[in-house]
């Protein structure tokens, strides 16, 4: 799937399977991607700010320099997820703690 610079802002991709998915530089803002499965998929660049991303299956994805501000990633599966220079602001985290690390 290439999305790349995709415009998707408040769109339902409700456990969408974006796995290997090319969203570099895409605009996810407010979207609600609770339950998605987003393996492998490449964030590069992404605004996801304000993003559901709550439950998120598998998310071993590249969020390298993504803007992840006021997302909210309760329960979702970090682990292998590439965090390399990602913005966090008002980020409630996947133990529902807050990390405001980029603000």
């Given at each position: 799937q290439d999305l790349y610079k995709a415009i998707l802002s408040k769109a339902n991709l409700v456990r969408a399977k974006l796995i290997e998915a090319e969203l570099t530089r895409a605009n996810l803002s407010g979207v609600d991607?609770?339950?998605?499965?987003?393996?492998?998929?490449?964030?590069?660049?992404?605004?996801?700010?304000?993003?559901?991303?709550?439950?998120?299956?598998?998310?071993?994805?590249?969020?390298?320099?993504?803007?992840?501000?006021g997302a909210d990633l309760r329960g979702a599966n970090l682990k292998d997820a590439k965090l390399k220079e990602t913005i966090f602001c008002h980020t409630t985290m996947p133990d529902g703690k807050e990390n405001n690390s980029g603000c």
């Open positions: 991607l609770i339950g998605a499965d987003l393996s492998k998929a490449y964030l590069i660049k992404a605004n996801l700010k304000g993003a559901l991303l709550k439950e998120a299956e598998r998310m071993r994805a590249n969020l390298s320099s993504v803007k992840l501000s």
